[in-house]
C-alpha cells in the first residue's frame, strides 16, 4: 500500500479525484440554483450545454499544447481556470436577483433569466473552455502506461473518477441542507480546485517524452511558463512522431482505429448527456427528491462502479478483450436506461446498479483501448479530440434531454437505451470488419 502511494500513477489518481469531487459537489444541487434563481428544465439544459460546447473548443488546444509544452502545465492551466470558475459561481450568490428577461413558450417552458443565472453562465463557460484536465489526465495515463498494465490504470482512473462522485454528491446533500445552503457546497468545491493546484505543481511529475519536469511552477513569468526544455533524446523516427502531432484532426483520424472510437465516444456521451439532463429534472419536479435523496441516488451508484472499476474489471481485463468489455457494458447500459423510466424506487435502484455495473465496465475498457492507439507524442491530441467528441455529444444531450423531458418525461432514457443498442453495433461491426470477433483474449 505505501509503495502504491508513493507509485508514479497516484499523483494523477488523486488529481483525478480532486478534479471530479469539486465537479460532483454541484450536480445535485445545480437544478435546485437554476429554478431558484427563475430557470427552468430548459435553462438548466442549455446552461448545462455550456461547459461542453466550451470544452469542445478548448480541449483540443490544451490537448495538443500538452504534447508540446508537457501535461503538467497544462493541467495546471484547466485546474487554474476551474478555480476561476467556482469563484464567479460564488459571486453569483452576493449579487442582486434582478430579472433581465422572460419567456414562455411551448417549446421553452417558462423561465425569468436573472443576472444571478447571467454570471452562472459565465462560469460554467469560463470552465468548459480551460476544462482540458480530462483529457490531458487520460493523456498522462497512457504515457505512463504499457500494454500490460493499460487497461489496470485506466481501471483505477475510473475508480478514482467514481470515488470522487460517491463522495461530492453525499457531501453535497449534506452540506445544502444547512443554513448557508447551496453556498457551501461551493465554498468547498473551490476549496477543492485550489488544493489541486498545489498537488499538480509539487506532487506530479512530467511524462512527455523529452519535456523536462519543471518541479514546482512558477506562474509570475507567463513568458517562462510556456518555455519548454528539452532533453536531448531525438532517436530514430522522432521527427516523423513529432509531425504527426502537428498535422491536426485530419491526421488523427487516419490513425487505424480512431474513428469508430471516436463515434462509440459520441454516443456515450450523448447517451449520459440526456441521463444528466433527465435526472435532475425527474428527481425535483415528479418524484419530489430532495438534495439529500439525488445525492445519495449518485453516490450509491458512483461506490458500486468504485467496486467494478476496482477488482471485477482488474481480473476481467486479463481474461477478455477491451472490446467484448466494452459490448458488454454497452448492453447492461442499455437495460439499465430501459428501467429509468419507472417510479417505483426498487427499480430505480435497480437501473442505478446495471448503470454502475455497465458504465464500469465499459468507459475504462473504451479509454483504455483509446490509449493504445497513435504513440505517445500524439495521444494529448488523440485524447483531445475525443473529448471534443464527448463535448459536442453533451451539449447536444444536455439541450435536446431538458427540451425532450419537458415533452415526454421519462421516455427520455427510453430514447438513451437505444443510444447504447447502436453502441453495441458499432463495436460489433468494427470487430467483423477486423475479423476479431472470435479474439477474447486481453488487448
Not at 430548459?42 to 490544451?62: C, D, N, R, S, T
Given at each position: 500500500m505505501i509503495a502504491f502511494f508513493k507509485s508514479r500513477i497516484f499523483p494523477i489518481l488523486l488529481v483525478n479525484f480532486i478534479g471530479i469531487l469539486g465537479y460532483s459537489l454541484v450536480i445535485p444541487i445545480l437544478i435546485f440554483i437554476?429554478?431558484?434563481?427563475?430557470?427552468?428544465?430548459?435553462?438548466?439544459?442549455?446552461?448545462?450545454?455550456?461547459?461542453?460546447?466550451?470544452?469542445?473548443?478548448?480541449?483540443?488546444?490544451?490537448g495538443k499544447l500538452s504534447d508540446r509544452i508537457g501535461r503538467k502545465k497544462v493541467l495546471m492551466i484547466s485546474q487554474m481556470g476551474t478555480f476561476v470558475a467556482w469563484t464567479l459561481f460564488l459571486i453569483a450568490f452576493a449579487i442582486p436577483e434582478i430579472p433581465l428577461w422572460s419567456q414562455t413558450t411551448d417549446l421553452t417552458g417558462n423561465y425569468i433569466m436573472t443576472l444571478p443565472l447571467v454570471v452562472i453562465f459565465l462560469a460554467r463557460i469560463f470552465d468548459g473552455f480551460t476544462g482540458g484536465n480530462i483529457s490531458v489526465a487520460n493523456a498522462y495515463m497512457s504515457d505512463i502506461s504499457t500494454d500490460e498494465d493499460r487497461s489496470k490504470n485506466f481501471g483505477r482512473m475510473g475508480a478514482s473518477t467514481s470515488l470522487g462522485f460517491v463522495l461530492g454528491p453525499a457531501f453535497a446533500g449534506i452540506l445544502a441542507s444547512t443554513l448557508l445552503g447551496e453556498v457551501l457546497p461551493l465554498l468547498l468545491a473551490a476549496l477543492i480546485s485550489l488544493i489541486a493546484i498545489f498537488v499538480i505543481n509539487f506532487r506530479l511529475e512530467e511524462s512527455v517524452p523529452c519535456v523536462v519536469d519543471t518541479k514546482g511552477v512558477s506562474l509570475r513569468n507567463v513568458r517562462r511558463f510556456f518555455q519548454v526544455e528539452h532533453k536531448d533524446c531525438y532517436t530514430e523516427g522522432h521527427e516523423d512522431i513529432q509531425g504527426e502531432s502537428s498535422k491536426g484532426f485530419k491526421r488523427i483520424l487516419k490513425i487505424d482505429g480512431v474513428k469508430p472510437l471516436y463515434l462509440v465516444y459520441f454516443l456515450t456521451f450523448f447517451g449520459f448527456s440526456l441521463f444528466y439532463a433527465g435526472l435532475p429534472i425527474y428527481a425535483n419536479a415528479l418524484l419530489r427528491w430532495s438534495a439529500i435523496d439525488l445525492g445519495i441516488f449518485l453516490a450509491y451508484s458512483s461506490l458500486l462502479m468504485i467496486l467494478v472499476q476496482g477488482p471485477l474489471l482488474g481480473s476481467l481485463s486479463k481474461k477478455i478483450n477491451s472490446r467484448v468489455l466494452i459490448v458488454l457494458g454497452a448492453i447492461i447500459l442499455s437495460s439499465s436506461f430501459f428501467l429509468l423510466s419507472t417510479t417505483n424506487i426498487i427499480l430505480l435502484y435497480l437501473a442505478n446498479t446495471l448503470l454502475s455495473l455497465g458504465n464500469g465496465l465499459m468507459w475504462p475498457s473504451f479509454l483504455a483501448l483509446l490509449s493504445s492507439l497513435g504513440s505517445k507524442n500524439t495521444q494529448g491530441a488523440i485524447q483531445g479530440y475525443g473529448t471534443s467528441m464527448g463535448s459536442i455529444a453533451s451539449m447536444l444531450g444536455l439541450i435536446a434531454g431538458g427540451m425532450l423531458f419537458e415533452r415526454i418525461t421519462t421516455m427520455v432514457f427510453t430514447f438513451g437505451a437505444f443510444v447504447f443498442i447502436i453502441i453495441v453495433f458499432v463495436m460489433i461491426f468494427t470487430q467483423f470488419q477486423k475479423g476479431e470477433i472470435k479474439k477474447l483474449q486481453p488487448a
Open positions: 437554476v429554478t431558484d434563481f427563475g430557470g427552468n428544465g430548459f435553462i438548466y439544459g442549455i446552461l448545462g450545454a455550456m461547459y461542453p460546447f466550451f470544452q469542445f473548443i478548448g480541449a483540443p488546444i490544451l
